[in-house]
């Protein structure tokens, strides 16, 4: 298999708080990986690092063989990593169709017009919301709104999706939707690494899963036995 994301003894401190400790792992093409650990444990800010929202103190993030930490958020994006947030990011005053051209005028080859309006389309396909591109973004229901974020994600064709807990605030019918839209991605060969607090989501989705606890990585290793972890349930616990 090959290695595309390859992070080593990656470090961030906050004055003289270590949020993250020397964390190495690394995510096979294809793999989909989830990054757990309680509240606080470093999670997000492994994953600004990634995204180069936030500098690393030390350490490196690289893509395929090509070190990418150091580079500015829209030099790590043209290099083929792409997020979604916490809270969902949309351009309310403008329409479905519209919020994904406006992400395709940021690619490394920026996409107009024309071009732009068949690969909106095309993006909103994939994400099931073929058809609905002139409906205004702030009318869409939450998980619709979801599917958009996802759909302007895609928009850059990233190597990697960070996912952070992108199926929160989901009821069980619309999680199952957004898991099975997320199997749909893997299925197509994107490679992914998800922060999320959904076990249920984290069991149908993950082959592997990364532990971290107070900044450190406790566990790695496939789903199942990481989640029956001893050390994994302690860190749980304690939280
Ligand atoms: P998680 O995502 O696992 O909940 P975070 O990465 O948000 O954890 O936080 C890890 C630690 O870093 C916490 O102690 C948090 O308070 C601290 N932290 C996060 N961001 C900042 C920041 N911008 N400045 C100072 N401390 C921060």
Same mark, same amino acid.
């Given at each position: 298999?090959?290695?595309?994301?390859? !992070?080593?003894?990656?470090?961030?401190?906050?004055?003289?708080?270590?949020?993250?400790?020397?964390?190495?792992?690394?995510?096979?093409?294809? @793999?989909?990986?989830?990054?757990?650990?309680?509240?606080? *444990?470093?999670?997000?800010?492994?994953?600004?690092? !990634?995204? +180069?929202?936030?500098?690393?103190?030390? +350490?490196?993030? %690289?893509?395929?063989?090509d070190i990418i930490s150091g580079l500015p958020p829209n030099g !790590?994006? /043209?290099?083929?990593?792409?997020?979604?947030?916490?809270?969902?990011?949309? =351009?309310?005053?403008?329409?479905?169709?519209?919020?994904?051209? &406006?992400?395709?005028?940021?690619?490394?080859?920026?996409? #107009?017009?024309?071009? &732009?309006?068949?690969? %909106? @389309?095309?993006?909103? $396909?994939?994400?099931?919301?073929?058809?609905?591109?002139?409906?205004?973004? $702030?009318?869409?229901?939450?998980?619709?709104?979801?599917?958009?974020?996802?759909?302007?994600?895609?928009?850059?064709?990233?190597?990697?999706?960070?996912?952070?807990? #992108? =199926?929160?605030?989901?009821?069980?019918? @619309?999680?199952?939707? +957004?898991? $099975?839209?997320?199997? *749909?991605?893997?299925? *197509?060969?994107?490679? !992914?690494?998800?922060?999320? /607090?959904?076990?249920?989501?984290?069991? %149908?989705?993950?082959?592997?899963?990364?532990?971290?606890?107070?900044?450190?990585?406790? &566990?790695?290793?496939?789903?199942? $036995?990481v989640l029956s972890d001893a050390g994994v349930i302690a860190a749980?616990?304690?939280?």
């Open positions: 298999m090959t290695q595309l994301l390859d !992070i080593t003894a990656l470090t961030k401190q906050f004055g003289g708080l270590t949020a993250v400790n020397k964390v190495s792992f690394s995510v096979n093409a294809g @793999e989909i990986v989830a990054l757990l650990g309680p509240n606080g *444990s470093g999670k997000t800010t492994l994953l600004n690092m !990634i995204s +180069g929202a936030l500098q690393a103190t030390s +350490g490196t993030v %690289a893509l395929e063989g !790590i994006a /043209h290099k083929g990593v792409s997020r979604t947030f916490q809270l969902v990011k949309i =351009l309310p005053s403008l329409s479905v169709a519209e919020n994904i051209i &406006a992400a395709l005028a940021f690619r490394p080859q920026p996409l #107009w017009g024309r071009g &732009a309006r068949d690969q %909106a @389309e095309v993006l909103l $396909d994939r994400v099931g919301l073929g058809g609905r591109g002139d409906e205004h973004a $702030d009318e869409l229901t939450y998980i619709d709104q979801k599917r958009m974020e996802l759909a302007r994600a895609l928009a850059s064709e990233p190597r990697l999706l960070l996912l952070d807990e #992108w =199926l929160s605030g989901l009821n069980p019918t @619309e999680l199952r939707v +957004g898991i $099975d839209l997320i199997l *749909s991605l893997r299925q *197509s060969g994107m490679t !992914i690494v998800l922060v999320e /607090h959904i076990m249920e989501a984290v069991r %149908a989705l993950c082959t592997r899963s990364v532990v971290m606890n107070v900044g450190s990585k406790i &566990a790695d290793g496939p789903t199942a $036995d749980y616990l304690g939280d």
